[in-house]
């Protein structure tokens, strides 16, 4: 079997952005059981509800849905386990420095498969006041009429 090449994404976190303020983002690695890996590689998952948690040392996703493989038999894994993230020991105690300090959160961003290897992309955010979101939301209309406005007068539109 010939070996994987490049990024394939799995899953995605679309909500995160718009309900969290992303600080910093991190790759990780994650174990996973066999049945989960085949799971994935057909696509399926959700970090919607998804959030990591740092307990003794060690990160945990928590939350995040991965569905039973269909072919899978009794060794078929739970579909809302706590999985271990994988990331250096430097990087543990920063990241538990800036959560217990600013009570900041973990929050998944994407999963996706890098050379065959399973990966989650890990933000560092705060969470986002309901003002914050409607600002953003008024940027983005202001920058969108603005990009509108510039192509119908390049087009001569006006």
Do not use: C
């Not at 992303?22 to 174990?31: A, K």
């Not at 072919?71 to 250096?88: A, D, F, I, M």
């Not at 800036?98 to 560092?124: M, N, R, T, W």
């Amino acid at each position: 079997m010939a070996k994987e090449q490049g990024r394939k994404l799995i899953a995605q976190n679309r909500r995160a952005r718009h309900d969290w303020s992303v600080l910093d983002t991190y790759e990780t690695g994650i174990v996973l059981t066999g049945t989960e890996v085949k799971s994935l590689r057909q696509g399926k998952a959700s970090l919607v509800d998804g959030f990591a948690t740092v307990d003794r040392g060690e990160v945990w996703l928590r939350n995040v849905h991965i569905p039973e493989y269909t072919e899978g038999t009794w060794t078929n894994h739970e579909p809302r386990r706590s999985r271990k993230l994988l990331l250096h020991k430097g990087e543990i105690i920063r990241l538990i420095g800036k959560i217990q300090e600013s009570g900041l959160s973990l929050i998944p961003l994407s999963l996706y498969f890098s050379d065959g290897k399973a990966k989650v992309e890990l933000a560092l955010a705060k969470g986002k006041k309901a003002h914050d979101k409607r600002q953003d939301l008024a940027k983005k209309d202001a920058q969108r009429e603005i990009e509108r406005a510039m192509g119908r007068a390049r087009k001569g539109k006006w």
